[in-house]
């Protein structure tokens, strides 16, 4: 399950985050766990880097270019290692 976010879910931001950080309460299998971040239009806004953290296998993250005012959507998808899929979405704002 998603323990944590970063930037938090549903958060109101008055700078734009440098990436997008995940934290799992079991750690995650890299070759099946993955995020996106969308715009408004639905475009892929990530740098596309998404990947499990070698120190910490329970984190997932991706970095960001900058990003302008608005809404943006993070989608995921992991697999844990006991073999359970997670997916969830939630979305960040920046004023």
């Not at 970063?6 to 008055?14: A, C, F, H, I, N």
């Not at 766990?33 to 408004?40: A, C, E, F, G, N």
């Not at 302008?68 to 979405?89: C, F, M, N, Q």
């Amino acid at each position: 399950m998603l323990q944590r976010a970063e930037p938090r879910v549903e958060s109101k931001l008055k700078r734009a985050p440098d990436e997008v950080k995940l934290y799992f309460t079991e750690r995650l299998e890299p070759a099946y766990s993955t995020l996106r971040v969308l715009d408004t239009r639905g475009l892929q806004v990530d740098r596309r880097d998404s990947r499990v953290d070698r120190a910490n296998p329970s984190l997932l993250w991706a970095t960001l270019p900058p990003l302008t005012p608005g809404t943006y959507k993070v989608l995921w998808r992991v697999l844990s290692i006991d073999a359970d899929v997670t997916e969830g979405t939630f979305t960040f704002r920046i004023e």
